[in-house]
């Protein structure tokens, strides 16, 4: 695995966050790890497993002002997550807290980004590999 000081180089250098308590929330801790699931690409992941982010790419730039996202579990229950997006606003990365996951026993998700013209979704993402 990478370490974080890479992740964040490579990651979150160029990241537009839509909500300054993402930003907060990420570099409080300067040793949270953090586990990347890019579904679009590739999968990898990073040392430690205190955070999932699942990758939805976009073909055009997004408005992060007309973006609504929604993540499911395998029971259609809305879940609790932070969005990222990149800076050339064609990436968004959904962050799951691992801990909520395994506190609602959520092995599956399903996430969807959405913006007036287009809908993107992932489905039947398993996150059995961190229980």
Request: negative net charge.
């Amino acid at each position: 695995g990478l370490a974080f000081d890479d992740f964040k180089n490579y990651n979150l250098s160029n990241c537009f966050f839509t909500d300054i308590t993402n930003l907060l929330s990420l570099i409080e801790d300067p040793n949270h790890k953090f586990e990347l699931n890019d579904y679009d690409q590739s999968i990898g992941s990073l040392s430690g497993c205190s955070l999932v982010a699942v990758l939805i790419h976009f073909q055009e730039e997004v408005n992060e002002k007309n973006l609504e996202c929604f993540a499911y579990d395998n029971e259609k229950n809305k879940l609790e997550f932070k969005v990222m997006i990149d800076s050339k606003k064609r990436l968004v990365f959904f962050m799951f807290d691992l801990q909520y996951l395994k506190e609602f026993n959520i092995r599956q998700v399903d996430c969807i980004a959405q913006t007036p013209i287009k809908h993107y979704v992932s489905r039947n993402i398993s996150l059995i590999s961190y229980f």
